[in-house]
């Protein structure tokens, strides 16, 4: 045997990464927000395609099996393009430096939302027929079956025929996605009408000469109250502009165009004021209304037009690059926290009810970051700069609008104070020249008029107090709730299900018996906090003050929704005995929900004195001679270490750090209705027994 080693020739093998047919599902469908979004994706495709016109056809939609055609005008693809760029997912050709033939910036799909609206059905017919040579059309077929009976993707062959064009057409795509996986439903197609319509920002005079349409009933409705355009009625105008330096500027215009304010950077950027905003090149416009009979009875726009028009397109929307991005905008997402500034400050500041606006975006250099699943940017520093100079410019105009205020009231305070000194001055001097066998008795009368008012004033501002305190209440309130809904609640929620899902993994059979229970608990407590949040911001909701026609019985019903994860939670049963009909009054759905959820909350809180046993809450309505009698029934310890009368006074209360607010806030909100109170102490099924009696319209 040789002294030497053996040597072993070394053997390659090449070999790449493959992917599992799964990831097809995982991308499309897991990935996809919702079926309108990935419709929306290809009308983007569309636009990027220097499209004029792209629209959306839904046939037999509603049930399962149908089928969706889109068809644009734009430039087509040839063999080539739909290879190397639209069959490649996760890579953009696109570059956002090089404007298209229209100038538009291209949108920057990686192909990820187009693949969830591929995958809406089981079959996808492609047909192309580009600009550079009209003459060829080149068609794909798709059949995602194929998909499911193979391991990877690169197993399926998909073949591309090239045939001449006999179509009119000179350019252009259409997909067809047929056989539809699930209908798509009602809300789900008038969200997709709405996202096409606010797709190429219809509040411009010129939306880049792209029309996306969509071919259904639902369209036509929304359509028509977003073409209204009732810019004029604004009473204020915002404008607010950050350049390609990062340096601001901004104006409010009255509703004649009018310059009332301007700014420049350091009136905008308070705070590190010698720094530029470090976002993209932005134009912020906010149109805000003042919606109040007085002031539209001399217009030519109906009220109820403004409303419509502001609850299907209000809020503040974003749009990049020339395209609308979801979710911004859309409706309940408030993402500059108008409704939030305003429950801090309700005075001379918008909210989601009484405006409308755009930021438009242009980013060549890419600062923005889309989510991959897109919904909405990563909240990257480029964003959050982006969204301090929106929030700067609102918080801008709102100074400005408060101190003009202050002003109007100072004055007015002024010359109110004037005014009743000379009227005093006037009535003297009336008395002055009355017969002597009169003066006196009217001097007297006069004083005792004085006495009477002075102490209708000092009550008056007892009162005021008293609200200033609420308002207080209620605004640090409404700000806890928007945080904690927004923040650490909702961390909460998704780490405890990340919890979940792990410990279900790993401990298999027995979580059930381990960690079900304090998991569950964790979960339904979490999920109580998150009403509690919405049902503050609810009742600070700017609309529901306002003075209309009030279903009493829809308002019960609402309230006891939203409360229902939080009775639930309270091991409470909540009974319902509604007399027939619908009773309805004049008045605001505030103040009702501000009296069913104080009587609610009162006999929840009554329960932490009672020992451990069943909780039973009846909420009873009766209509007796043009009167609704409303009844908040409870089985806790009844009025007790209170009297009767002093319940309704405030800052009585019988539970330790208690306000006792809650039920004079009843009182008052009933006498305003012109309506009375009265309670039981210990009533039907034991404890307390309260007793609303309101005047109604009509049943």
């Excluded at 009976?149 to 197993?155: A, H, P």
């Excluded at 309270?570 to 103040?591: I, K, N, W």
Aim: charged fraction near 25%.
């Amino acid at each position: 045997m040789s002294a030497g080693l053996n040597k072993v020739k070394a053997n390659t093998t090449t070999a790449n990464f493959r992917f599992s047919t799964n990831i097809l599902r995982r991308l499309g469908e897991e990935l996809n927000p919702s079926p309108s979004q990935g419709l929306i994706e290809l009308a983007k495709n569309a636009y990027d395609a220097d499209a004029v016109n792209c629209v959306i056809k839904l046939r037999k939609t509603d049930s399962q099996g149908g089928k969706i055609v889109i068809t644009d005008d734009g430039d087509g693809m040839n063999e080539s393009e739909i290879i190397n760029g639209w069959l490649i997912l996760g890579k953009s050709e696109k570059s956002a430096r090089v404007v298209t033939e229209l100038g538009r910036t291209p949108s920057g799909d990686k192909g990820l939302g187009r693949l969830a609206a591929l995958r809406l059905g089981t079959k996808v017919t492609l047909k192309s027929i580009p600009k550079e040579n009209p003459a060829n059309e080149y068609v794909l077929s798709i059949n995602w079956d194929q998909y499911t009976d193979s391991s990877v993707v690169e197993e399926i062959d998909l073949n591309i025929i090239t045939r001449v064009n006999n179509s009119r057409k000179s350019k252009g795509t259409q997909i067809t996605l047929e056989n539809l996986r699930y209908p798509l439903t009602r809300s789900e197609t008038q969200r997709l009408a709405r996202g096409l319509i606010l797709l190429a920002d219809p509040f411009s005079d010129n939306p880049i000469g792209f029309n996306p349409q969509l071919k259904t009933s639902e369209y036509r409705d929304l359509e028509a109250i977003v073409n209204s355009k009732y810019f004029k009625d604004a009473i204020y105008h915002l404008v607010a502009e950050v350049d390609g330096e990062g340096l601001s500027s901004a104006s409010v215009k009255d509703w004649r165009d009018q310059i009332l304010y301007s700014a420049t950077h350091k009136d905008l950027r308070r705070k590190n004021s010698g720094f530029p905003y470090k976002c993209p090149i932005a134009k912020f416009d906010l149109w805000l209304y003042k919606l109040s009979s007085d002031d539209f009875s001399t217009r030519v726009t109906a009220l109820p037009e403004i409303r419509k028009w502001l609850a299907a397109f209000g809020g503040v929307h974003l749009y990049y690059n020339g395209l609308r991005v979801s979710p911004y905008g859309d409706k309940g997402d408030d993402w500059l926290g108008l409704n939030l500034m305003r429950a801090k400050g309700p005075e001379e500041r918008p909210s989601t009810n009484n405006s409308v606006g755009r930021i438009l975006v242009t980013d060549s250099n890419r600062l923005l970051k889309q989510k991959t699943d897109r919904s909405g940017f990563i909240v990257n520093d480029a964003f959050q700069e982006l969204h301090l100079f929106a929030t700067d410019a609102l918080k801008w105009m709102a100074r400005k609008r408060l101190a003009e205020a202050e002003i109007k009231r100072a004055s007015a305070r002024t010359d109110v104070a004037k005014k009743t000194e000379k009227e005093k001055l006037e009535v003297e001097k009336a008395i002055a020249l009355a017969p002597p066998n009169i003066r006196s008795i009217l001097s007297s009368a006069v004083e005792k008029y004085y006495y009477a008012r002075d102490a209708e004033v000092s009550q008056l501002r007892k009162e005021i107090q008293l609200y200033r305190t609420l308002s207080t209440i209620g605004i640090t309130s409404a700000v806890f709730a928007h945080e904690s809904a927004n923040n650490p609640l909702k961390v909460v929620l998704q780490s405890i299900k990340t919890v979940q899902t792990r410990c279900k993994q790993y401990l298999a059979d027995n979580y059930d018996r381990i960690l079900k229970k304090p998991i569950d608990r964790i979960m339904q407590s979490a999920e109580s906090m998150r009403v509690l949040a919405n049902v503050t911001l609810s009742l600070v909701d700017n609309e529901k003050r306002r003075a209309s026609r009030v279903d009493i019985h829809q308002v019960i019903i609402n309230i006891l929704d939203m409360y229902h994860p939080f009775i639930v939670d309270r091991d409470t049963d909540v009974t319902l005995e509604l007399t027939e009909g619908e009773p309805y009054l004049r008045g605001s759905v505030a103040a009702i929900e501000s009296i069913i959820s104080n009587l609610l909350n009162n006999s929840l809180v009554a329960f932490e004195r009672k020992l451990p046993g069943e909780r039973k809450i009846i909420v009873r309505t009766k209509v007796i001679n043009n009167e609704l009698e409303l009844r908040v029934l409870d089985n806790g310890p009844g009025i007790d270490g209170i009297e009767k009368e002093d319940i309704w006074l405030p800052g009585q209360t019988t539970r330790p750090n208690g306000t006792g607010l809650g039920l004079t806030i009843v009182r008052d909100a009933v006498i305003d209705l012109g309506g009375r109170v009265d309670v039981i102490e210990q009533g039907e099924i034991g404890g307390a027994e309260m007793i609303i009696v309101l005047p109604i319209l009509g049943v």
